[in-house]
């Protein structure tokens, strides 16, 4: 059995976040990762064209902005060095291929009990700590709903978490399924190497460049949201015009209000909206059955 002060769950960037702030504070502490690497979903479950969307000051961790130096949109390969940097900075030690099966908080003890599977050497540990931090992320877990006709499915299907190229669905016909910015992003990559790309769009969804998204967050610091949703539409507008011609609606309620209230995220555009007015790309507005393609990428929504 170890005992520290806290126990974090999750060595993603949230975790080691909260790693560096402790150490930082002299605070003892243990993180369990389930994974045998940090930021595992970057490392192993990114697709090969992704790049943070976001601009870097907005994706620093604490006590460690990016350096001037550093691009507006970092690449992925950028990230995973800045963070490997970070828990170099922070003497960071995760206890990797820890599977947490149970935490239970002992009343009478005030503390918390965490059992974890210990994966590698196959026995379980426990871990008692004073504070519990659960740092597992949102978008950790991959879903695909059942559609009718998805078990009768004879092609491929293949959740965005395990996405990496297009380029072995040249000449496929493929639909995607959901328009969040993996999606959109996922879409973009396999009409780009060949496919014959559908997407479902079924809701409301806002689509902004990435130096809008920037300009929006940077205004944020000085301006109430509801201004800077009304300015950002405006520009939207401006750079794509009308969209409900090709399918595509906008929320009634705007881009930064929706992800303050209800968590959803605008769609970043990296060039799909061009492909999808050419006719590149085809959308379809809704999906209730499986398809006769060769493949069908389910998307969780962001």
């Known amino acids: 059995m170890e005992e520290a002060t806290v126990v974090i769950v999750g060595g993603g960037p949230g975790g080691l976040a909260i790693s560096a702030c402790l150490s930082e504070k002299c605070i003892s502490h243990i993180i369990l990762e389930k994974e045998d690497c940090s930021v595992s979903l970057w490392r192993k479950n ?53 599977f947490v099966e149970s935490a239970k908080y002992d009343q009478v003890g005030n503390k ?51 996405y990496k190229s297009g380029s072995k669905y040249e000449s496929k016909e493929v639909l995607v399924v959901g328009c969040g910015n993996s999606g959109m992003e996922i879409a973009y990559d396999l009409q780009d190497f060949g496919a014959r790309t559908s997407i479902v769009i079924r809701n409301p969804v806002h689509v902004l460049t990435k130096e809008l998204v920037h300009q929006g967050m940077s205004a ?53 909206i061009a492909k999808i007015k050419d006719g590149a790309i085809k959308v379809l507005t809704s999906y209730n059955h499986a398809c006769n393609c060769y493949a069908v990428l389910k998307i969780k929504d962001s």
Not at 83 to 98: G, V
Not at 114 to 123: F, H, I, L, P, S
Not at 243 to 251: A, D
């Open 46 to 98: 990114a697709y090969d064209r992704v790049n943070l969307h976001l601009a870097s000051e907005f994706c620093s961790l604490p006590l460690m902005p990016h350096p001037p130096s550093a691009p507006t949109f970092l690449s992925k390969a950028d990230f995973l060095q800045y963070i490997d940097t970070y828990i170099a900075r922070f003497n960071i030690n995760p206890l990797y291929s820890r």
């Open 220 to 272: 944020l610091k000085h301006l109430s949201v509801d201004v800077v949703d009304t300015m950002v539409t405006f520009l939207a507008d401006t750079e794509y015009g009308d969209l409900s011609k090709y399918g595509i609606y906008r929320p009634k309620k705007g881009p930064f209000y929706l992800k303050g209230v209800i968590g959803r995220s605008p769609v970043i555009d990296v060039g799909t």
């Open 112 to 162: 918390w009990r965490v059992e974890a599977k210990n994966t590698r050497e196959d026995k379980v540990e426990v871990y008692v700590a004073k504070f519990l931090v659960i740092a597992t992320g949102e978008n950790s877990e991959g879903y695909i709903p059942n559609v009718p006709g998805l078990g009768s499915f004879e092609g491929e299907i293949v959740h965005s978490k395990y």
